[in-house]
């Protein structure tokens, strides 16, 4: 199984970034893990709806750049279907008795993912109604997905 992830923006954070990085750490004993970022753009508090969809097509165009074919495509989304670890795990596992082997996770920016993105997923995920930023977002979706493989190979962890 291999899983990239693509995401909308850098992350600034120290803290964050070595959360990732013990994560990317413990993962490699499962599987092959990549995070790709694209840039991020601009926009402003008070920007108008098509301003907001131009750059959410933007987004969307570096994005789409990066997925490969044939991968099975997992967009984050406040309005998604939610699991619970477990869930998550067998969600994963099913696909993968099912012939899926690359998995791709599609974190948006601050205005989230375009609508395109959002259609073409075969999976829209949502860990929680709430709002979480961007950058923070990145180490939960490798939490979840470490938690996901201990789980899935019945090895013990944390609850």
Do not use: C, W
């Amino acid at each position: 199984m291999q899983v990239q992830i693509l995401a909308v923006g850098k992350i600034k954070e120290k803290y964050l970034e070595a959360g990732i990085k013990e994560y990317l750490k413990r993962l490699s004993a499962y599987t092959k893990m990549e995070i790709h970022e694209v840039k991020d753009e601009h926009s402003a508090e008070n920007a108008s709806p098509a301003e907001r969809q131009i750059v959410l097509a933007k987004e969307a165009d570096r994005l789409e750049a990066l997925i490969r074919p044939h991968t099975y495509l997992i967009a984050l989304d406040i309005k998604g279907q939610q699991f619970s670890s477990p869930g998550f795990a067998a969600h994963l596992a099913q696909q993968t008795l099912m012939g899926k082997s690359h998995f791709t996770f599609l974190i948006g920016g601050s205005l989230g993912l375009s609508a395109r993105l959002l259609e073409r997923a075969e999976l829209r995920l949502s860990f929680s109604p709430l709002t979480f930023p961007h950058q923070l977002f990145r180490l939960m979706l490798l939490e979840q997905l470490y938690r996901a493989f201990k789980i899935n190979r019945g090895e013990p962890y944390h609850k």
